[in-house]
């Protein structure tokens, strides 16, 4: 997660931001996982997110006639 603040602020100002971007990419991350979506990128003007990722294998099951 990369994130650019312009000037000075509290430390107060930088715990809300953080929070915020922190439940951005929570969210980002949820529908990547639901939608099986291995790379997307999202930006805006406080936040810049990359999610890369393999894609999984599928699970195969073998069945035998016993």
């Known amino acids: 997660m ?4 312009n000037g000075t602020i509290s430390k107060e100002a930088l715990k809300v931001i ?4 922190k439940s951005k990419t929570q969210i980002i991350d ?4 639901e939608n099986k979506i ?3 990128q999202y ?7 990359f999610v890369e990722g393999k894609p999984s ?9 016993d």
């Open 38 to 40: 291995t790379n997307f």
């Open 2 to 5: 990369k994130v650019t603040v």
């Open 43 to 49: 930006k805006d003007s406080e936040l810049e997110y």
């Open 57 to 65: 294998k599928p699970k195969v099951e073998v069945r035998t006639n």
């Open 30 to 33: 949820e529908f990547c996982k």
């Open 18 to 21: 953080l929070e915020t971007q």
